[in-house]
């Protein structure tokens, strides 16, 4: 009798136990393919455990999810261009569920599990990155007998910048378009997303910078698919950028909030969120790709992140300068949110490089800017409008060894005064020695009264007689 009442009680929370378990339901899976990796996210209605491990002839990959049924089926997925063949399933218990992903080819996989946010629920993310071409054809080199016994490593051969036809190379824009993968961005009052409309942006952006004698555009995102924020400054880096840009579309819990923005970076105030956003990242496991997708509060947590990475990098003078020369060109197309370069609080963390910016094109879930950014003819006209910034700019400070600055030496650009935007921390003296001229002549050239320069403050740099000299 007692021992029955023990056994009933114990069988009674082993259901519950195994009830608690197998809750959680794979209720779909979505793909990516990036150019080298193929990410699968199974979306889950709760929380589960997973194993991952690799089997090999043939090449497969085995995940056991423990706490799950299965509540979809894998035969809709679009596999082509990718190294999956096909995706199995097995329900081995109650409580644990197979998945085989038969793959043409050996794959590096990496798994993680994410908690809800506010577009998804719990996910399992399982990477797929392709073998890596470098490594296989190193590996697949016939071997050479070793008759010394110092082998000399030969350095890796840089990979240059493409050369014109005038030996002086082109200025370099990488254009990063926003979110992308299961990462939608912005959601428009019709379901325009984000992520669609800023590569179409970019796309044509690079199409016009193309078109330019002297430059040459790369993008960042060229499909569909998700890239760690710290990646995409990476890439941009690789491509031997001199200008990275941003490409997003604002939305705000106000539907009638509208107009682009250009944001640069400010070096006041970083640490403090540079210390939030470690400790958001660490207290979230909201994290993808083990890096981005942060959430900052209120703020697009996308935009957060890509400013903390342009905060990494940006050079704030030239990024203030460009970024207030695309936005004065674009309030010409479209109406501006902001008539200045706004600037978030972050410190930069480290030595400038690469001037950034990030552009918001205009508010998404502004019913009628969103109709707008969907329409090829406003999308061209945003482009024309970036471009014209960027050729300004760069007529103007053109990077030494390029097409542009052989123009701007030999007389053909038109030479205009340089311009400087102060940023934070500069003071008029401290840019008189920067460009080897003379208060005096600094302040007489810009009609100045007193020493004081303001933060976004642009002033005209005038010509020096030294430049002047052949
Ligand atoms: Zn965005």
Redesign the pocket.
């Known amino acids: 009798m007692r021992l029955s009442a023990l056994l009933a009680a114990s069988l009674l929370l082993l259901a519950i136990s195994v009830e608690a378990l197998a809750a959680s339901e794979v209720r779909g899976v979505r793909l990516w393919r990036a150019p080298d990796n193929t990410r699968l996210v199974f979306d889950l209605s709760g929380p589960v455990q997973h194993n991952l491990f690799i089997l090999s002839s043939p090449d497969r990959i085995v995940v056991d999810i423990q706490g799950a049924s299965l509540a979809t089926a894998f035969d809709q997925l679009n596999l082509a261009n990718t190294p999956i063949t096909s995706v199995r399933s097995a329900q081995r218990s109650a409580q644990e569920l197979r998945l085989v992903l038969d793959l043409s080819a050996a794959v590096t996989p990496k798994s993680f599990t994410l908690a809800p946010n506010q577009q998804y629920g719990n996910r399992l993310v399982i990477d797929l990155f392709d073998a890596d071409e470098a490594s296989t054809a190193v590996a697949s080199q016939p071997a050479i007998p070793v008759k010394q016994s110092v082998i000399q490593v030969e350095p890796p051969v840089p990979v240059l910048p493409s050369l014109p036809a005038s030996g002086r190379r082109d200025v370099v824009i990488a254009i990063d378009a ?2 992308g993968g299961e990462d939608p ?2 959601l428009g009052p019709k379901g325009a997303r ?1 992520k669609h409309v ?1 590569l179409a942006i970019a796309k044509e952006l690079q199409r016009q910078l193309n078109a330019e004698k002297g430059f040459r555009a790369e993008l960042v995102r060229t499909g569909d698919y998700f890239i760690p924020l710290r990646r995409r400054t990476e890439i941009a880096r690789k491509k031997g950028a001199d200008l990275f840009v941003s490409i ?3 939305a705000a819990p106000r539907a009638s909030a509208f107009g682009a923005s250009v944001y640069a970076l400010s070096d006041r105030g970083a640490t403090s969120e540079t210390a939030r956003w470690l400790a958001n990242s660490e207290n979230q496991s909201d994290l993808i790709g083990g890096t981005g997708n942060v959430s900052l509060d209120d703020k ?1 947590p ?2 957060a992140g ?1 400013l903390l990475d342009l905060s990494m990098t940006a050079s704030m003078s030239s990024s203030l300068n460009v970024g207030q020369k695309v936005l004065s060109n674009m309030g010409r197309v479209t109406p501006l949110h902001k008539k200045r370069v706004e600037q978030a609080g972050f410190m930069v963390l480290k030595s400038p490089d690469i001037p950034s910016i990030l552009v ?1 094109t205009g508010f998404i879930s502004n019913p009628n800017e969103s109709g707008k950014l969907a329409t090829k003819s406003h999308q061209q006209a945003l482009a024309r409008s970036i471009t014209g910034g960027i050729r300004q700019f760069f007529q103007q400070n053109p990077p030494p060894g390029t097409y542009l600055a052989s123009q701007r030496e030999s007389g053909k650009t038109p030479q205009g005064p340089r311009e400087h935007v102060v940023s934070s921390g500069e003071s008029l003296s401290m840019i008189a020695v920067r460009y080897r001229i003379s208060l005096a002549s600094l302040r007489s050239a810009n009609s100045l009264r007193s020493d004081t320069v303001k933060v976004g403050q642009v002033l005209n740099i005038p010509a020096t007689t030294l430049a002047a000299t052949p």
């Open positions: 926003g979110h961005g912005a984000e800023v997003h579309a604002d697009d996308m935009l890509v918001e």
